[in-house]
């Protein structure tokens, strides 16, 4: 399967690859991986990524290809609109209209404009492989270890995180917080008194 994001023109390519969701892999000993090519750089390609889905402008193989890839959905801003969606009844016009105006406060700019999405899309052109590779045969196991400590543990299948994913760095969390508050409920207390969106 392929997937072609984007109308930008074809010109140097950045290559990357990373695992895909292959759930039926123990049944046909193959794991799958996309193979990527984008005319942008990785952060770009993960910006375009998060817009095109806050505003539902991806189909369900482009999510499934979005959500594998790791730096996804490490991004603070897109963990804090994510969460306003989930757990507030604002639309996404209203929750990027607020988030503007705190981003304004703290002098930054948002990067989810509905605006930005016709814009980027003529700029970005992302070519993704969805491919499969045998899984090597191991040899067969007789089920005797010589101690315990040789067992070892058992992983569990990765699985999408939530909105705020555990990779997010500790520092981070108190500006998701600070940003989620002041978006939800329009104002929030600090040391330096109220501050209230315009």
């Known amino acids: 399967m392929q997937l072609i994001i984007g109308n930008g023109k074809k010109g140097t390519f950045f290559g990357a690859t ?8 123990e049944l046909t000993r193959s794991e799958s991986f996309w193979h990527v090519r984008s005319n942008v750089r990785r952060e ?9 889905f806050f505003w539902e402008q991806t ?3 482009e999510k499934e290809f979005s959500f594998t890839h790791p730096g996804f959905l490490q991004d603070l801003e897109f963990n804090v609109l994510l969460a306003l969606l989930t757990t507030t009844e604002l639309s996404r016009v209203e929750i990027i209209e607020r988030m503007e105006k705190a981003l304004k406060l703290l002098d930054r700019k948002s990067n989810f404009s509905i605006n930005l999405i016709s814009q980027w899309n003529n700029h970005i052109l992302i070519i ?3 491919e499969s590779r045998p899984i090597r ?12 400590s040789s067992v ?8 999408i995180p ?20 002041l978006i939800s409920v ?3 207390e600090t040391n330096l008194g109220v501050i209230r969106l315009p």
């Open 186 to 188: 329009g104002r929030i």
């Open 18 to 25: 990373w695992p895909a969701i292959s759930p039926s892999s």
């Open 128 to 130: 993704a492989d969805l």
């Open 44 to 52: 770009v390609m993960l910006k375009f990524l998060r817009l095109r």
């Open 162 to 181: 939530e909105p705020i994913s555990e990779d997010m760095p500790e520092n981070k969390i108190d500006e998701f917080d600070f940003l989620y508050e």
């Open 152 to 159: 070892g543990s058992k992983r569990k299948k990765p699985s």
């Open 59 to 61: 189909s369900d193989p």
């Open 137 to 148: 045969s191991h040899k067969a196991y007789s089920g005797w270890v010589r101690n315990a």
